[in-house]
């Protein structure tokens, strides 16, 4: 299935009606592709919605897994990203719910995680998408954000395929090792 805002808020909310219907309160945060779609207009479509569990309040009985499989929310989508740490990461409140609050990651913080892969489609996102959009002010905080996260990067921050050393990249936001 693609997913546009409205789709997501959907699935928000059905996963809002199970929260309540098993007494859990989940605070979670949406990365990657549906997080482009909250922070830039004409984003687009993404087939899934990462997200990254960062608070919950349940009875040990509750498989929080089953609750997301079931609103089809996949909660291994942090599994791409080597840094930033999603638990450090500036986000914002998009919508709260009764049993769910969602926070959606700011557009520096979306570019660092992006910028940390080796995966094409997130260099086209970067390219087309993301620094087209960006503020000056957002172009200062993420190269901050990047003079940080290097020196958290366990890869080979020196690989050629690694986003950070793309030529495109470097044009925008410069070299950081």
Known sequence: MLYDKASAFRRF??????CLKASVILDITIIGGTAMLFNFDNSRMTIDIDAVIHNKVCNQDVDIDELLDQATIDRNGGNVMCV????????????????LNIFVFSVEELAASKIFTIRQKDLDDLINIIFPQMTSIQLDTLKNLLSEYCSYYVGNIDNPDLNLNNPLVVAFVGTYH
């Open 84 to 99: 930033p740490d999603v638990f450090d990461c500036e986000r914002y409140l998009l919508k709260s719910y009764s049993n």
């Open 13 to 18: 909310d059905y996963l809002n009606d199970l």
